[in-house]
């Protein structure tokens, strides 16, 4: 894979977006979106993904335990469909489960306090999910 790749962590409250280097190897955050509506957000986005030069959107989809696709995954389908819809961009689905506690797991590792962890974890947990994604197409 070598082409940038713009990710979206969807929450409630923020979304949280990562962006990949120019040779699709390394992730990094990029920033976090306050919610607004889901075509305010899926124009942000895409205006992001223009700006950085990314040429794949990817959007992070919880699914359960066992694979299936919950309410908050259909959340993540509609912000998919919403994303193409105003765009010309490629959008991917991407297995988001336990990228919050694993971003969580990163900030302690990284030495932060404990108060300074408590903080929002959006850009973070974006950006283990496109590593993930990443990594998973490096191997393949």
Known sequence: ????????????????????????TIASPLTVIIHESRAANAARIARLAEEQGAELILVGQPLDMDGNVGPQARKSLRLADAIRACSN????????????????????????KRRKRSGHLDDL???????SYLDHHDDA
């Open 89 to 112: 961009f490629p959008v991917e689905l991407w297995d988001e489960s336990g990228s919050t506690q694993a971003a969580i797991l990163a900030r302690r590792a990284m030495g932060a």
């Open 1 to 24: 894979m070598n082409h940038r790749v713009l990710a979206v962590d969807p929450g409630e409250k923020r979304l949280g977006i990562a962006i990949s280097d120019s040779s699709g």
């Open 125 to 131: 947990a974006a950006t283990y999910l496109l590593q």
